[in-house]
């Protein structure tokens, strides 16, 4: 009998933190699912899709093999519409603290192959439980321009 192996490895701690992720949680949000994925290129991925049946939001989370994370984007599933983090900041970026911008948000996603996920989700934890609050909430939605300059 053969035994197949994870896709993401034995040591999965990104599978592992994203699923006690206590910010998710905080805010009412339910780990629902977790979808391989295969990105252009041939690249191995997964979906860590979160959702808050009160709400009717969404946040999915895309963890790219042997790169780290990938893009982490909020959901209003009642109006069927969605942007992703760095938009969101990049649109906001005279409104936020230097600790909550765009540049450091990448600059931490791009290391998590150093540094693990722990910094990207504290950074997103920050963002959530901040200025994202009313949208995660239900309270509010924005609109938000998408970046199709890939800067």
Request: hydrophobic content about 35%; charged content about 30%.
């Amino acid at each position: 009998m053969k035994i197949s192996r994870p896709l993401f490895g034995e040591s999965d701690n990104t599978k592992r933190q994203l699923e006690n992720w206590d910010c998710a949680t905080k805010l009412g949000y339910t780990l629902i699912a977790i979808k391989p994925k295969i990105m252009p290129g041939g690249t191995k991925a997964r979906e860590f899709i979160f959702q808050n049946n009160e709400t009717n939001r969404g946040i999915e989370v895309l963890d790219f093999f042997l790169r780290g994370i990938g893009l982490v984007s909020i959901e209003n599933l009642s109006i069927n519409d969605s942007f992703f983090i760095k938009d969101w900041l990049d649109y906001h970026a005279t409104d936020l603290p230097e600790e909550l911008s765009r540049e450091k948000y990448l600059k931490l996603k791009y290391a998590t192959k150093d540094t693990g996920i722990g910094p990207v989700l504290d950074f997103l934890e920050e963002l959530f439980l901040g200025p994202l609050e009313p949208i995660l909430m239900g309270e509010t939605w924005e609109d938000v321009p998408w970046d199709d300059t890939y800067k």
